[in-house]
């Protein structure tokens, strides 16, 4: 995290003191890094700099307009999984010709407003969309490029919530059926037989599960091959862990020279989806020390954030460091960070040895993949502060919701 220093005692995101963001836009807040954003987005573009690739931000992790603009910059492509996406990126100047749009329950409205608007690929995950893409295209007079995310039954031994490429998941269409469907798709007039698609889960922190799928994927583009069907474009998927507490995920660099050892002289495009190996340590989240409550069982630190605005701890049970932005000297106590909502679930950190005093200022670290984008209203809460930081500079991204702005599309009844 070279991008976030301790400098004159005080945690700093490139050139600026936290406490000085605090001060200016209140708590809790996230606050990113530019500069992080970019030098991730550089790992993956250099280390595929001698293939035909397409990188696609995976758009979930996180949806912050700015961060997609970033990306856009860079010339990023982006996977969507909802009409909303789709319509974050094309504000946020993304180019629709680089939108892969995946997931298991695309609707009518969002296929025909991904047709409209003329995106790379739809990634197939069931027979019954094949049908009804085919039918919306011919509707429309178009031709929908597809590629089918086949899902190669390997354990990506990861957590079983984002674990989703073993034949229980709900994901992609079974090994053993692709060979059939993408005879069927070839068939259908209104497609374009256009790829192959893969995503076995989410911090992943070893190279063989991935290297594993690829050549399940590679076997099949081989026997499609023979029987008259050429894939253009291989997606890989997204997935690449990053480091928490003490995992050690391999570098970008590692893991794509892994998959381009298996990919040999191939010629095929290769796409890959990642979300959090993007931006998930390119953020924190900051708050504030509301209480101490110290006790014969247990110390509580209630801080302002809550598992409304981070619900990666609640939720799986992440472990993510808890950082005093003022380190201070002495002694420390044995912590149970918490938030102030009305759940025992509600915590952010167990355990924490922290020298604390109401009123600090602390940081959740690498909270910027599925930390806003995971955020809710619960206790009618309204969702934090973004803001990104550039050099000594710092800009709001989106403003602190207020209670009209939670409260706008309800009514009472007459
Ligand atoms: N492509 C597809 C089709 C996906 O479903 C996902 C993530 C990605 C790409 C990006 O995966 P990544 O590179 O970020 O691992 N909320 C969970 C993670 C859920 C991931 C869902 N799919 C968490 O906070 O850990």
Redesign the pocket.
């Given at each position: 995290m070279t991008f976030f220093t301790h400098r004159d005692g005080q945690l700093c995101v490139e050139g600026v003191p936290l406490g000085r963001i605090a001060e200016s836009c209140g708590t809790p807040c996230y606050v990113y890094s530019r500069a992080a954003l970019e030098a991730a987005y550089h790992a993956y573009d250099q280390s595929l700099a001698r293939r035909d690739h397409l990188v696609c931000y995976?758009v979930?992790?996180n949806s912050n307009l700015a961060i997609l603009n970033i990306f856009a910059r860079l010339g990023s492509g982006f996977?969507i999984?909802s009409g909303g996406e789709l319509a974050r990126v094309l504000k946020a100047g993304g180019d629709p010709r680089k939108i892969v749009f995946?997931?298991v329950g695309k609707t009518v409205a969002e296929i025909r407003a991904a047709l409209e608007a003329g995106i790379l690929c739809f990634?197939i995950e069931s027979a019954s969309e094949l049908t009804r893409l085919n039918r919306i295209a011919g509707e429309m007079g178009k031709i929908a490029p597809v590629s089918l995310?086949v899902n190669p039954d390997v354990d990506a031994q990861t957590?079983p919530?984002?674990a989703?490429g073993l034949k229980e998941n709900k994901?992609g269409v079974p090994f053993e059926d692709a060979l059939a469907l993408y005879r069927a798709a070839a068939g259908m007039p209104n497609l374009l037989v256009h790829g192959i698609d893969c995503?076995i889960?989410?911090?992943?922190t070893e190279i063989p599960p991935f290297v594993a799928a690829l050549q399940k994927l590679l076997g099949l583009v081989d026997q499609l091959d023979a029987s008259g069907i050429k894939i253009s474009q291989i997606d890989i998927?997204?997935?690449?862990?990053i480091r928490y507490r003490d995992e050690t995920p391999p570098p970008v660099a590692e893991y794509i020279k892994a998959l381009s050892v298996c990919l040999g002289d191939r010629k095929q495009r290769i796409l890959l989806?990642?979300?959090?190996?993007?931006v998930?340590n390119t953020g924190i989240l900051l708050t504030r020390v509301e209480y101490l409550k110290h006790g014969a069982e247990r110390n509580f630190a209630v801080v302002d954030a809550a598992m409304n605005d981070l619900?990666?701890p609640a939720?799986?049970d992440?472990w993510h460091d808890i950082q005093p932005v003022r380190p201070r000297q002495g002694t420390t106590r044995r912590y149970e960070v918490v938030g102030p909502v009305c759940e025992t679930g509600d915590f952010l950190g167990h355990d924490r040895e922290l020298h604390l005093e109401e009123g600090d200022l602390v940081a959740i670290i690498s909270a910027g993949?599925?930390g806003m984008s995971?955020s809710s209203n619960y206790n009618t809460r309204g969702r934090a502060t973004e803001v990104m930081v550039a050099g000594e500079e710092f800009h709001v991204i989106r403003s602190r919701e207020t209670f009209e702005q939670m409260i706008a599309t309800e009514k009472i009844l007459p």
């Amino acid at each position: 995290m070279t991008f976030f220093t301790h400098r004159d005692g005080q945690l700093c995101v490139e050139g600026v003191p936290l406490g000085r963001i605090a001060e200016s836009c209140g708590t809790p807040c996230y606050v990113y890094s530019r500069a992080a954003l970019e030098a991730a987005y550089h790992a993956y573009d250099q280390s595929l700099a001698r293939r035909d690739h397409l990188v696609c931000y995976a758009v979930k992790a996180n949806s912050n307009l700015a961060i997609l603009n970033i990306f856009a910059r860079l010339g990023s492509g982006f996977d969507i999984v909802s009409g909303g996406e789709l319509a974050r990126v094309l504000k946020a100047g993304g180019d629709p010709r680089k939108i892969v749009f995946s997931g298991v329950g695309k609707t009518v409205a969002e296929i025909r407003a991904a047709l409209e608007a003329g995106i790379l690929c739809f990634n197939i995950e069931s027979a019954s969309e094949l049908t009804r893409l085919n039918r919306i295209a011919g509707e429309m007079g178009k031709i929908a490029p597809v590629s089918l995310r086949v899902n190669p039954d390997v354990d990506a031994q990861t957590h079983p919530y984002i674990a989703t490429g073993l034949k229980e998941n709900k994901f992609g269409v079974p090994f053993e059926d692709a060979l059939a469907l993408y005879r069927a798709a070839a068939g259908m007039p209104n497609l374009l037989v256009h790829g192959i698609d893969c995503h076995i889960g989410s911090q992943l922190t070893e190279i063989p599960p991935f290297v594993a799928a690829l050549q399940k994927l590679l076997g099949l583009v081989d026997q499609l091959d023979a029987s008259g069907i050429k894939i253009s474009q291989i997606d890989i998927g997204g997935g690449l862990g990053i480091r928490y507490r003490d995992e050690t995920p391999p570098p970008v660099a590692e893991y794509i020279k892994a998959l381009s050892v298996c990919l040999g002289d191939r010629k095929q495009r290769i796409l890959l989806e990642p979300g959090r190996s993007l931006v998930g340590n390119t953020g924190i989240l900051l708050t504030r020390v509301e209480y101490l409550k110290h006790g014969a069982e247990r110390n509580f630190a209630v801080v302002d954030a809550a598992m409304n605005d981070l619900m990666r701890p609640a939720l799986y049970d992440a472990w993510h460091d808890i950082q005093p932005v003022r380190p201070r000297q002495g002694t420390t106590r044995r912590y149970e960070v918490v938030g102030p909502v009305c759940e025992t679930g509600d915590f952010l950190g167990h355990d924490r040895e922290l020298h604390l005093e109401e009123g600090d200022l602390v940081a959740i670290i690498s909270a910027g993949a599925y930390g806003m984008s995971m955020s809710s209203n619960y206790n009618t809460r309204g969702r934090a502060t973004e803001v990104m930081v550039a050099g000594e500079e710092f800009h709001v991204i989106r403003s602190r919701e207020t209670f009209e702005q939670m409260i706008a599309t309800e009514k009472i009844l007459p």
